[in-house]
């Protein structure tokens, strides 16, 4: 036992680590899998990275206490296992100090948005790098001094600062969040907040034991062996409770696996709960649709608007549409319901108005600009400006080839078949809604003899009847 307490390799030692490698894949599991099941786009910005930076620290984290602790056996000392390499560096700036950090700035993120309804008036990548600069000193300066000895442990008067800055981060964060907290979260962000700051200040109590232990009677072996299995499994728990999806990406958040009675939402809209925001319905409302009215007004109409939708993206230009109908949700939300609102707008921003984000309408850097620097998320007059750009293109680039298309065709079919089915139910009484009421595109014989986009987006020769 002595020898495996100092050398490592002890069957505790592969157990512990067992658990370690189970719970980095299942943190995996869980970043990957809502993207892989539910094919949704990888976010662009903070809101995917740093998710991702969290998952480097979490992964920096375990292999800095495996290797620093000895938890292999190797037959030679490598040069890549100094203990200021693992022990210092990585375990601090790079791991424990960097996860913190990335919830910190989370949390930074939440309070500007929610609390002061604005943007953040730093950047993230810059706030993270501020907060991280006392774990770069501290590295630093250890390192500068070397007290570590050849077990990498370091003495009592060492532990007792390095411990001190672990928990004066997780001191932070618990001011962050009592700053947020009267916010009424929709996505359980307050709820994984106050659990990360419970395990990782549960972490840092075993953390303090357990080198206290070592120190202190370092002779015994069972001591020494038993205390850095405590020390791994901890940290294993630590990187799964403290990751969280809803403070970055709230969506994601609900198609998490885990909840096994959870709803499935594709849209923020329904997510929040606008009314009126799901799949358009046969029975709703019907109304003629006369090319020549204003475009702006045809576009409230939802099912012109869906057929619009389908035409600009076989044109590989729905960025507008989509924007036009998500400002629709949007503005559904009452105005005495801030909360909702911010988190529509929040979501709208990331997708559509922030630079490369995943469908980035085109519009002038003005504009963009006045979304950006706003000073209220919540406000009725947030999107107007950008709607009214977006309209007159359009009105310039889609709505002429939409009249020619298809889709307007397959509108109008749907539109008077419908139309003929409500008279006469109203006529006889009957009710003739099981008839076909729309043509699909898989039965559309027309279909397979014309390329939809071609016919859709540069075709002017068909006239309508």
Not at 430 to 449: A, K, T
């Amino acid at each position: 036992m002595a020898a495996c307490a100092s050398k490592g390799g002890c069957p505790s030692d592969y157990v512990a680590l067992s658990i370690a490698v189970v719970s980095m894949i299942s943190l995996l599991l869980k970043v990957t899998l809502p993207y892989l099941i539910h094919k949704i786009p990888r976010p662009k910005g903070s809101s995917f990275w740093l998710v991702a930076i969290q998952v480097i620290a979490s992964f920096n984290l375990l292999l800095s206490i495996v290797i620093a602790l000895n938890f292999l056996k190797f037959r030679k000392r490598h040069w890549w296992r100094s203990c200021y390499l693992w022990a210092v560096w990585i375990e601090g700036p790079l791991g424990f100090g960097l996860l913190l950090s990335c919830r910190i700035t989370q949390i930074f993120q939440l309070y500007y948005i929610f609390v002061k309804r604005r943007l953040p008036p730093i950047r993230s990548y810059i706030f993270l790098s501020l907060i991280l600069l006392p774990w770069i000193a501290s590295a630093a300066f250890i390192h500068i001094r070397k007290p570590l000895n050849y077990r990498c442990h370091m003495g009592t008067v060492w532990i007792i600062p390095v411990m001190g800055l672990h928990a004066l981060y997780v001191v932070s964060l618990i001011a962050f969040t009592g700053a947020v907290r009267h916010v009424e979260f929709r996505f359980h962000e307050l709820k994984d907040l106050w659990r990360g700051i419970l395990v990782s200040a549960a972490s840092i109590g075993i953390w303090v034991a357990a080198y206290v232990m070592n120190e202190v009677r370092e002779d015994i072996s069972w001591l020494e062996i038993a205390s850095r299995f405590l020390l791994l499994v901890m940290t294993s728990v630590l990187v799964l409770a403290f990751f969280s999806f809803s403070i970055s990406q709230p969506l994601i958040s609900l198609m998490s696996l885990r909840k096994k009675d959870h709803k499935e939402y594709k849209t923020m809209s329904q997510a929040l709960g606008i009314h009126d925001s799901g799949i358009l319905l046969q029975r709703e409302p019907i109304s003629i649709i006369d090319p020549n009215e204003p475009l702006d007004k045809l576009l409230l109409n939802r099912r012109f608007r869906q057929s619009f939708m389908e035409f600009a993206d076989s044109c590989l230009a729905g960025e507008s549409v989509h924007f036009y109908d998500e400002v629709q949700q949007f503005d559904k939300i009452p105005i005495q319901d801030p909360v909702r609102r911010i988190y529509m707008a929040r979501h709208i921003i990331e997708k559509y108005i922030a630079a490369g984000a995943p469908m980035e309408v085109n519009i002038s850097h003005r504009i963009r600009q006045e979304i950006l620097s706003t000073n209220d998320l919540s406000h009725t007059n947030l999107f107007k400006n950008t709607l009214g750009e977006l309209m007159q293109l359009m009105k310039l680039n889609l709505a002429k080839d939409y009249w020619s298309s298809i889709y307007f065709m397959k509108l109008k079919d749907e539109v008077s078949m419908r139309t003929v089915d409500h008279e006469l139910e109203h006529a006889s009484g009957w009710n003739f809604s099981p008839r076909l009421s729309s043509v699909h595109c898989s039965d559309d014989p027309f279909q397979h003899e014309h390329s939809p986009r071609y016919s859709a987006c540069h075709s002017h020769d068909s006239k309508l009847q």
